[in-house]
């Protein structure tokens, strides 16, 4: 399939005054084919994603040790693999082949899910499904973000992010429906295969290539994009993945206040409802302030929540705190890469993406591992406590950045442009 043209991106200053509505469809059609995309990939990897203990430690008889090390071995690859695959599609000079690659290895690792005998096989099947999610995240948002001009970057990712999130929100709904029904876990995966071959018919179908004006250089180079905003966000968000530990403890938290199996799922649907609603109205927000302050208002939600988990007994705080929970990611994750998508070149967007998930996972990794250690010999309060406490220093360092004069100067630079009458 040839590229189409890419799409004109000079800036707008009457889009300051458009409603979000009339900004939303006025958007490069990637966007919503994208985030389509993502809706159905999210769901299939959702449907998997609370019965996969299950399965490995019921169905399977694998000792939960050999869980930890399936879900620690699938998280690091995944981290992992998103800079070198990033990068390659730089230097390539395409967006599209990885993307569909990608979303087509994620497919493929439910089918094997399914045909997983021991606990090995279900190893590999998540392996693959892992690969693939680090195949194709970096080229995606640089595919995203190559149509889209710079003071609407927020708010198109916004949109990607909630449209990903609905996603989450229904696969866990579907997987307990079909549990009530008696449905077997194999069956679950291999259903769960569907919609992620439909992801792969909807890039086939609808995405566009948007390749950069020039391939990036072939020499590779470990360097970071020059921009000062780039790397203040990156030092900022190292120090708060390295106390954003893995959502099982707030779970194991849910659990241990008194919610069944069956409310435990549902506080997380409800985190993952907020995180949708809030998406797309911070990211609009992001544009017009400025990617900075949305960041550090998601950190200090982070900080207030995993406080109050440090201290919640019960169980109607539990759910308030996972409601609430829900904003702090709403207010980073497409923000975040909005601001990268503008701070980067054209042709080292994807690396420079890949490059920022890559580091920052990686700490989350070691953050998992310190807060698991602190629930062991402290307790769970001091896993809470410590991921607090890294998140107001990052929001504190964030907040310092905003002082600099290279940064601020480059800080308004990605606010929507002032509109006189």
Not at 229 to 256: E, V, Y
Not at 370 to 390: K, M, N, R
Request: glycine share 10%; aromatic share 10%; proline share 6%.
């Amino acid at each position: 399939m040839e590229p189409d043209p890419t799409p004109d991106k000079t800036p707008d200053p009457t889009r300051a005054r458009r409603s979000p509505f009339r900004r939303l469809r006025a958007l490069d059609p990637n966007v919503r084919s994208l985030g389509l995309v993502s809706f159905v990939a999210d769901l299939s990897s959702e449907i998997v994603y609370p019965i996969f203990p299950l399965f490995v430690t019921i169905v399977l008889g694998a000792p939960v040790a050999v869980l930890g090390l399936i879900e620690g071995l699938a998280e690091a690859t995944a981290s992992l693999t998103r800079f070198p695959f990033g990068r390659w599609s730089d230097r390539a000079g395409r967006r599209r082949a990885f993307v569909l690659a990608g979303y087509g290895s994620s497919a493929f690792g439910k089918l094997i899910l399914a045909l997983a005998v021991v606990w090995p096989i279900a190893m590999v099947g998540r392996f693959v499904d892992r690969v693939g999610k680090g195949m194709r995240t970096a080229p995606r948002d640089a595919l995203l973000a190559a149509g889209v001009r710079d003071e609407d970057r927020g708010i198109a990712f916004g949109l990607h992010r909630s449209m990903d999130t609905m996603g989450a929100v229904l696969g866990p709904l579907a997987a307990l429906l079909m549990i009530h029904f008696g449905v077997s876990y194999r069956w679950i995966f291999a259903i769960a295969f569907v919609p992620g071959v439909l992801s792969m018919v909807v890039i086939w179908r609808w995405v566009r290539e948007r390749a950069p004006a020039a391939p990036a250089h072939a020499r590779f180079r470990l360097r970071l994009p020059a921009s000062p905003a780039f790397r203040w966000m990156l030092a900022g968000t190292l120090l708060f993945a390295a106390g954003n530990s893995t959502n099982t403890f707030i779970l194991l938290k849910a659990k241990a206040a008194g919610l069944s199996v069956t409310g435990v799922i549902l506080v997380y649907v409800l985190y993952n409802l907020t995180y949708a609603a809030g998406s797309l109205p911070l990211g609009g927000l992001s544009d017009r302030i400025g990617q900075f302050p949305v960041v550090i208002g998601g950190f200090v939600v982070f900080a207030l929540v995993y406080a109050g988990f440090a201290a919640a007994n019960g169980v109607a705080l539990v759910a308030v705190l996972f409601a609430i929970y829900g904003l702090y990611i709403a207010a980073t994750e497409g923000t975040t890469k909005a601001l990268i998508s503008r701070t980067a070149p054209d042709n080292e967007r994807a690396s420079a993406m890949g490059f920022f998930d890559t580091t920052t996972g990686l700490a989350g990794f070691a953050a998992s591992a310190i807060g698991g250690g602190l629930w062991s010999a402290v307790g769970p309060w001091a896993t809470f406590a410590y991921g607090a406490v890294c998140a107001a220093l990052a929001a504190a360092i964030l907040l310092a950045g905003t002082f600099r004069p290279s940064v601020a100067s480059e800080f308004r630079s990605t606010r929507s442009p002032e509109v006189r009458p």
